[in-house]
């Protein structure tokens, strides 16, 4: 079980000043009568980069896009779908929603650390920012392999997004001497079943119920001692209580039932958009059946939807679910950190 004291903000900085200590000592032993700003520079970055692992902090589950849709309406604090999970100071994160390269920035995990991203489906929500993520990361001196994995049209989207930066990664190539970002990054397109294992993870996939798209997943992380569930965006699924049996941590899309007609009232394709959200999301107290029956031990709710209704409070969420689940419950907010 998840106490209160397990659930922090980002912003303590302890680590962070660590980094910039042995980053400030790192770039004090450069010969700058020998390199130029640029090479100097990029020297920095590579020391950040390599020192990265053993500086992203202790093992947790960050939540960095906590809003469920693609439409963004208040702001910059609540913004789509993406998860980080830090385990043995390897960063793995699960969907790119648009802002997702800040809100790494904001949680203070140096871009250039990226090494597995997931998608788990191909709506925008989920995957708006891959490209430009490690663009971003590039930019900032990533020099090492990132691994990609994400259901068929995975690999259609990087080459998409290839052939459109083409210009700017071949110029900044040329005329900034850096790699080929292009053959930095691996992609790998899955299915059902086993995705990625590594001497820390287990990483596999369910496929859930969230039509049209047939093409969409829940993830598992199973890390010695510790398992983290990923439902996806997903309509009620029985099959993803046995799935995520005995998990430490399900972190479960949910939605409001009395806070969409607000929600409806703002689109003109109201009618529509009502028929896709039964057909595709999951109604609060069919999650906690789902956490019941999986006998998670955190519940963790996010993809919020609706994520800003008039009057909703993380009571109303939890109050809401607590019918139907009787173990600790969270309500996820960006940049909230879970310890693991």
Do not use: C
Request: zero cysteines.
């Amino acid at each position: 079980m998840i106490s209160r004291r397990h659930i922090l903000r980002v912003g303590t900085g302890a680590a962070i000043a660590a980094m910039a200590g042995s980053t400030r000592d790192a770039a004090s032993q450069q010969p700058s009568s020998v390199a130029t700003p640029l090479e100097r520079q990029l020297s920095q970055i590579a020391g950040v980069t390599q020192m990265t692992f053993g500086a992203l902090g202790p093992n947790r589950l960050i939540l960095l896009g906590t809003r469920g849709g693609p439409a963004i309406r208040t702001g910059y604090a609540q913004t789509p779908s993406a998860n980080l999970v830090i385990y043995n100071g390897v960063p793995y994160l699960i969907d790119t929603g648009y802002g997702v390269s800040f809100k790494l920035v904001e949680a203070k995990i140096p871009l250039p650390a990226l090494r597995h991203i997931f998608i788990t489906h191909h709506h925008s929500d989920h995957n708006a920012e891959f490209g430009l993520l490690l663009n971003n990361a590039w930019a900032l001196g990533l020099r090492d392999e990132v691994n990609a994995y994400g259901p068929a049209g995975i690999k259609r989207l990087a080459d998409g997004f290839w052939e459109a930066y083409q210009f700017d990664i071949e110029t900044r190539m040329a005329d900034e001497g850096r790699p080929d970002l292009r053959k930095l990054v691996n992609v790998h397109e899955y299915g059902e079943g086993l995705v990625m294992r590594t001497a820390d993870v287990t990483v596999t996939a369910l496929r859930n119920v969230h039509p049209p798209i047939t093409e969409s997943f829940a993830l598992k992380f199973a890390f010695p001692g510790k398992t983290v569930v990923f439902s996806g965006d997903t309509a009620y699924h029985p099959p993803l209580a046995e799935f995520a049996r005995g998990a430490d941590i399900l972190v479960h899309e949910v939605m409001y039932a009395p806070a969409l007609e607000e929600l409806l009232r703002r689109v003109p394709n109201a009618p529509t958009l009502m028929a896709h959200l039964k057909a595709s999301h999951t109604l609060t107290d069919e999650v906690g059946r789902i956490a019941t029956q999986a006998q998670v031990k955190t519940l963790v709710l996010s993809h919020l939807v609706p994520a800003d209704a008039t009057g909703v409070t993380d009571k109303t969420w939890i109050d809401a679910v607590r019918a139907t689940y009787s173990g600790e419950i969270v309500v996820a907010r960006d940049l909230m950190e879970i310890a693991l």
